[in-house]
């Protein structure tokens, strides 16, 4: 079984400061990691996600993640954030072997950007 | 192309009463997952389809939740005998093929109220 932590339930940040939205994990086996966003009024939509080899992954707008196993954790970083960034973010980790690969989500950050 | 669709967008129903929820799933995606969503946490795994079978239904509460996808296409999550504990958002995903490395397509959620 896997579990999902994210430690901030709303971030606050003014436009074009760095942000970092926090995320543990606990499983006892391998993982994929997982970032979605829910824009307002939206679906969710995959922001990015770790499968295996380079520990540092990148979306297309700015955002990056890093996996860290010996902290068992996936923080979310962007240097400069917009005020279209506004949105709820929510973590997920699934097994990577076994062939159930369902999902588990973090309660989600919301983050907001102020003018 | 289209995306994964859901409807209603919105039931209000009365307590005890029987509701339907329909997913229409991306074109040619195999593996369906429900959600459900409460106010303030994380998406929370139901059940998974894949093609016409369920794969894995380990999420779903009790024997009043039930899910169908005859034809491997559409599927309709149907919740007997209402109850208030009921009201949250339930979200559809699908896949193409349902292995760990898939990207989930969401769909904008049913959002369900029992009075």
């Known amino acids: 079984a896997q579990s999902v932590t994210q430690l901030d339930s709303q971030v606050p940040v003014f436009e074009e400061a760095p942000v970092e939205l926090r995320c543990n994990y606990s499983?006892?086996?391998?993982?994929?990691l997982f970032w979605y966003v829910q824009y307002p009024n939206q679906g969710l939509q995959l922001l990015l996600k770790?499968?295996?080899?380079?520990?540092l992954v990148e979306s297309i707008n700015g955002f990056e993640a890093e996996f860290n196993k010996s902290q068992t954790s996936f923080h979310l970083r962007k240097p400069s954030v917009h005020i279209s960034d506004t949105a709820e973010y929510f973590c997920?980790?699934?097994?990577?072997?076994?062939?159930?690969?369902?999902?588990?989500f973090g309660r989600g950050t919301s983050l907001i950007v102020h003018p | 192309g289209a995306g994964v669709s859901q409807t209603p967008s919105n039931k209000v129903t009365e307590k005890g009463k029987y509701v339907e929820l329909r997913c229409d799933p991306i074109?040619?995606?195999?593996?369906l997952y429900w959600y459900r969503q409460s106010l303030g946490q994380g998406p929370e795994f139901l059940i998974y389809?894949?093609?016409?079978?369920?794969?894995?239904d380990s999420g779903l509460p009790n024997d009043r939740f039930f899910a169908v996808r005859p034809e491997g296409s559409v599927s309709t999550l149907k919740i007997q005998r209402t109850e208030r504990g009921d009201s949250a958002v339930y979200l559809c995903?699908?896949?193409?093929?349902?292995?760990?490395?898939?990207?989930?397509?969401f769909g904008p959620g049913t959002r369900l109220t029992v009075l």
């Open positions: 997920a980790v699934s097994p990577a072997s076994g062939g159930s690969y369902i999902p588990t």
């Open positions: 074109s040619g995606h195999t593996a």
């Open positions: 389809f894949q093609g016409t079978g369920a794969a894995d």
């Open positions: 995903a699908s896949s193409a093929s349902g292995t760990g490395t898939d990207t989930q397509y």
């Open positions: 499983s006892s086996v391998s993982v994929y």
């Open positions: 770790y499968l295996s080899g380079s520990t």
